[in-house]
């Protein structure tokens, strides 16, 4: 999204367009101060309108559209829950996301978690990651 847009301003229509070609998408990024980048919050403002994306008989152009988040995480897994430093799991930090895609009824999936990337940032060990999220992708 930031080389598409490096301004921060989105082509609504555009998206909007994109969008509604697809009955799968999911969403990657990398886990930001426990939420995701900026301009994906700023993206969904702008492209999730009333009207389209919920809110009239016109809307609800998501509903159905299985969605998904594939996260990247630095640190590890053990780190996401109640007893360790970040208190919650991934799936709770990311509640407000599942909720959005409900209130636009589209079909919101188990997210996929690729955790410890500050930890293991060697190619190889990405390269024996790719058959799981390949896995996650064919099982949308």
């Not at 630095?74 to 990311?94: P, Q």
Request: aromatic share 20%; net charge negative; charged share 25%.
């Amino acid at each position: 999204m930031y080389r598409e847009y490096p301004t921060g301003v989105i082509d609504v229509a555009a998206e909007q367009q994109l969008i509604e070609q697809y009955d799968k998408i999911v969403f990657q990024f990398p886990f930001h101060w426990f939420s995701s980048p900026p301009l994906f919050k700023t993206w969904l403002d702008k492209v999730f309108t009333y009207g389209w994306a919920y809110g009239s008989k016109s809307g609800f152009k998501m509903a159905g559209k299985k969605i998904a988040l594939a996260i990247s995480v630095g640190v590890a897994e053990e780190m996401y829950n109640a007893e360790e430093k970040y208190k919650y799991t991934l799936e709770e930090l990311t509640r407000q996301f599942e909720l959005t895609f409900d209130y636009v009824k589209a079909d919101y999936r188990p997210l996929f978690a690729y955790y410890g990337l500050e930890l293991n940032a060697e190619e190889s060990w990405i390269a024996q990651s790719v058959p799981f999220y390949m896995e996650y992708l064919d099982a949308l």
